[in-house]
């Protein structure tokens, strides 16, 4: 858990950063959201005292960063660059392997470990021993992606990690990072000011503007509960798409139709948003989706997860 | 003329050892200084990335002493390390800094900050990021740096000859006064493959990619102290006393040459130029000298001639060359200049040289001096029926005879005077000559004999003891082949000669270049 409490960071007369806390539970996914020069990167770079706070305390796990050699928190720290930040003399493997020699594993140690990453990350090994200027955009983010993985670090920051990545590119490395085991069982602090990847991406939200925290929530809570104009505002242009991404498939489970007998139980997850479920059906050229949340099996097309997603907006504003 | 014929390859291959010691003294030079210079320029370019406030200063004073002409720096070291070697090295090394400095700075600047982040975000340490990430970042322009230093360096590296730490600017300058082109380019061209050569394997070295670049820096700091021990190989060797020669003298019949010859004289030579040769006897650097026998500092170093036994050194008899057509274009000329026909003797040279070049007085003033008190001073005509042009070679006796006929031809003719001083050493001096760039100068007829005309061995050896025999000689000759007429002799005689400290000579009990000999030898 990563808790922050008045935190201040002052560049001169520049309050980058003004006073905000926040906390990050385990295994959660913040995302850091809002417009150029909010302060979003000096936040995150003073979790791993890449900048000194001018106020304020960070804690991890409850223990004061301030008071651990910098070099050693860090090394417990996943840290991942829009710009990837690889090192154009290492290759591939020996990119990944920098942390895990920083904290002295043994070679095959390391070797496992790359092999294995390699493999999640759907890079093949041929690319092993490539220098990162022979890599497409997409392969040199999933590098280093693995290079932040690699030791296994609690703790994973990432600043705008896909934002330098066509679409078509980004919309497949969001659905492999979503897939991403390991990630299930990081603590994420991810810095964009792409809001779809936020609601796609983020258990909950820090929408920031000046410094400040404006709103702190779920993507649901932020679409419907706005805390101001700032956040409607900010939200308004996507606005129809992020309550699709906002709202669950198990939150419109009560208006979805029932599958039929004998149906067999589907694979799709009650857990995921209903735009993913859209898009699972090719927004509608392809056949229906099976679903199972507790033990029922409800069966819905493109056509039905619309109608039961207005229905359910209707329902609650009544 | 046999010289003359003789083909480069002949005379390389004739010099051969002299070509390798002196290739692989330069080789190590360059490289020693080099070494030295990547040992103080790398961290103090690392430094100033730290501490960008000292980054222009540092710069600076290593642009700054890029710019100081290189006979200059190599001069400024002398007072305080003496010659030979070490300030030698002292000196390149300092031409080095800049490229070095400066290349370290900017590439290190030049690394991806993304880069540098994205390490320090790993959780290295400075020391870390410096070795991991920025110094291999940095490498290709780093190693441009050294490729500028080390081309440079052989450049430079030839000026090194002056003050006694070898090189192929022995043979270069050496060649120069000797008038023998054959010895310039045995010199010239070596140093020029070195600098080509150096400069394609660096150029080599900075193409290689990440992985090359690894074991490549890693091999260059024992490559640079191999090719830097060049230097010790060929001085492993020393000796009881130490010669200092001046390149000129080293390459003479009538100089080491004929010592060996004629003496059978082996002593640990280093060559040396004149500027410095005589301080450096003073100050027990060197033991023996090749001097000239009416140098100033003779009489101020407390030095005294050994005697030449054997006369292997030719009479030098001073006296104004003119170009006859000069001669008939100033019909005083001939009249003015010969006023100071006998006037001169040894010591009377001695003395003013020593005015000149010990008590820093001028040479016009000693000149004028002179003249007044043997009542020949005349005050100036302002004249302006024509220019005298006068030359003169770059040391001080030179200078005062410039001097002397230039007050005389004012005083006593019509003409005006241009002085072209300074015009380097005899080959200079005497191409400026014949190609009519100057009227006159003032020669010596061993000169003559031996630097100009260059005749063959027995037509010297029957010449050179007498010097009426070597002046009309020369006179002959220059008359015939040159259209160059000898006008009086001045009277004194500026022969080459071996002189010690007083003190060490009478001790050893040396007066003759036997006796030196003698004791050299002895156990
Ligand atoms: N080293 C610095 N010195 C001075 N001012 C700085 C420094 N770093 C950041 N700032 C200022 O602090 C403010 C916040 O910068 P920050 O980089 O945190 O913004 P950001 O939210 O990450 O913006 P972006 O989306 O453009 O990356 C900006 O006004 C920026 O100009
Ligand atoms: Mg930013």
């Known amino acids: 858990m990563i808790t922050v409490e008045q935190l201040s960071k002052h560049f001169g007369n520049v309050k980058a950063v003004d006073g905000i806390s926040f906390e990050v539970e385990e295994h959660e996914n913040l995302v850091l959201l809002g417009t150029s020069g909010c302060g979003k990167t000096t936040t995150l770079k003073m979790i791993n005292r890449l900048i000194e706070p001018t106020a304020g305390s960070i804690l991890i796990d409850g223990k004061n960063i301030l008071e651990q050699p910098p ?87 990432m600043d705008e990690p896909f ?12 659905a492999e990072f979503k897939a991403l085991d390991e990630l299930k069982r990081k603590t994420i602090i991810m ?32 679409l419907f509960k706005p805390a101001n104009d700032f956040v409607s505002g900010f939200l308004k242009e996507q606005r129809l798409q992020l309550e699709f991404r906002a709202i669950r498939i198990r939150d419109i489970w009560n208006w979805l139709p029932p599958a039929k007998v004998n149906a067999k139980a589907g694979s799709f997850s009650a857990d995921s948003d209903v735009w993913t479920g859209l898009e699972k059906t090719k927004f509608g050229e392809s056949a229906n989706l099976n679903i199972t949340w507790k033990e029922e099996t409800k069966s819905a097309g493109f056509e039905q997860l619309i109608s039961a997603f207005y229905q359910y907006q209707s329902n609650k504003r009544a | 003329m046999n010289e003359h014929q003789q083909s480069l390859w002949e005379f390389m291959s004739q010099q051969s050892d002299k070509l390798l010691t002196q290739t692989m003294q330069h080789i190590g030079l360059t490289f020693i200084s080099l070494f030295i210079a990547v040992l103080i320029g790398l961290p103090l370019g690392i430094w100033i990335t730290r501490k960008k406030q000292f980054s222009g200063t540092i710069l600076g004073i290593a642009g700054v002493l890029q710019t100081i002409p290189s006979i200059a720096l190599l001069g400024f070291m002398i007072p305080l390390l003496g010659i030979g070697a070490k300030p030698a090295i002292v000196a390149l090394l300092l031409y080095a800094l800049l490229p070095i400095i400066r290349n370290t700075y900017t590439g290190i600047i030049g690394v991806d900050a993304a880069v540098k982040e994205a390490a320090l975000a790993m959780g290295m340490n400075k020391w870390q990021i410096l070795f991991k ?89 024992l490559l640079l102290i191999l090719l830097a021990s060049l ?9 009881k006393l130490t010669a200092g020669f001046t390149p000129e003298f080293m390459g003479r019949q009538d100089g080491n040459l004929g010592l060996q010859n004629k003496y059978g004289l082996k002593i640990h030579t280093i060559v040396i130029s004149d500027a410095v040769m005589y301080k450096a006897a003073y100050e027990n650097q060197l033991d023996v000298i090749s001097g000239y026998s009416t140098d100033g500092r003779l009489k101020a170093y407390n030095l005294v001639v050994l005697k030449d036994d054997k006369g292997i050194f030719p009479p030098y008899y001073a006296a104004p060359i003119v170009r006859q057509d000069a001669l008939k274009k100033f019909p005083e000329l001939e009249k003015t200049l010969n006023l100071l026909a006998g006037k001169i003797t040894d010591s009377i040279m001695t003395d003013l040289n020593y005015r000149t070049d010990y008590l820093h007085q001028s040479p016009e003033k000693v000149a004028a001096d002179f003249l007044r008190s043997n009542s020949i001073l005349k005050p100036s005509r302002n004249g302006n029926s024509g220019i005298v042009r006068i030359g003169s070679k770059i040391f001080g006796e030179q200078y005062i005879l410039a001097s002397m006929y230039s007050l005389l031809i004012k005083g006593y003719t019509d003409y005006d005077v241009a002085t072209k001083t300074g015009l380097g050493g005899t080959k200079i001096c005497f191409d400026a000559l014949t190609n009519n760039q100057i009227d006159l100068y003032p020669e010596y007829t061993g000169t003559g004999l031996l630097a100009i005309l260059q005749p063959s061995s027995k037509a010297i050896d029957s010449l050179i003891l007498d010097k009426n025999k070597t002046y009309n000689y020369v006179q002959r000759e220059f008359e015939a082949k040159y259209s160059i007429e000898w006008l009086k002799p001045i009277g004194f005689n500026n022969a080459y000669a071996l002189m010690m400290r007083e003190k060490q000579a009478k001790k050893l009990n040396i007066k003759t270049i036997s006796n030196l000999k003698r004791y050299l030898e002895s156990k």
Request: charge should be neutral; charged fraction near 15%.
């Open chain 1, 71 to 157: 070099e050693i928190l860090r090394r417990g720290i996943g840290y991942v660059l829009q710009n990837n930040g690889l090192f154009p003399h290492y290759t591939v493997a020996e990119n990944i392997a920098i942390v895990p020699q920083l904290l002295k594993w043994d070679n095959k140690r390391i070797e496992k470990r790359i092999a294995e990453l390699m493999e999640k990350l759907h890079l093949t090994p041929d690319y092993l021993n490539v220098y990162p200027n022979e890599l497409s955009g997409g392969q040199q983010q999933r590098v280093g992606l693995a290079r932040a993985l690699v030791a296994d670090p609690p703790v994973l920051l």
């Open chain 1, 163 to 174: 934002g330098a990545l066509d679409n078509v590119t980004r919309a497949k490395i969001h």
């Open chain 1, 191 to 222: 810095v964009t000011h792409d809001v779809q990847e936020a609601f796609e991406l983020g258990d909950r939200i820090c929408l920031m503007d000046k410094g400040k925290i404006i709103q702190i929530g779920t993507p649901a809570e932020l």
């Open chain 2, 133 to 221: 990430v920025e110094l291999p970042l940095a490498m290709p322009v780093i190693l441009a740096g050294i490729r500028t230093a080390t081309v440079t360096n052989v450049g430079v590296a030839t000026l090194a000859s002056y003050i006694a730490a070898g090189g192929l600017g022995e043979f270069i300058f050496g060649g120069i006064s000797l008038n023998n082109t054959n010895m310039i380019l045995a010199g010239a061209i070596p140093a020029a493959l070195l600098a080509i050569i150096f400069d394609f394997l660096l150029s080599r070295l900075q193409k290689f990619n990440f992985k090359k670049i690894k074991t490549a820096t890693a091999t260059l700091p």
């Open chain 2, 231 to 239: 230097y010790f190989i060929p001085s492993a060797y020393g000796g």
